[in-house]
């Protein structure tokens, strides 16, 4: 799997408290073993993010990527990373 980050996840990214960042890694470390795992509720998204996917990092945080090769997981651009609330206004 290949990993990338978008401009506005990096900015996001900068943003949000340390905790959370480690928080991150920790699932991004199960996102890598396993996409699926039931943990990280990896979902299908509608409306503004049609056709990317999230990830749950806290019970408010969720990271949002784009799957950017034909083959399941293969290379993956995360693109957003904020609060429930902020992302899906």
Sequence with gaps: MKIDYHK????????IDFKIRDKFKEKLRLFIKNPLLKELENHSLKWEYLWKRSINITWD???I???KSQW???FIEF???WTHSKLYK
């Design 8 to 15: 506005s996840f990096t900015k996001d990214y900068k943003k």
């Design 61 to 63: 945080f969720r990271a």
């Design 65 to 67: 990527f784009i799957e």
């Design 72 to 74: 399941r997981y293969e």
């Design 79 to 81: 693109i957003r990373i």
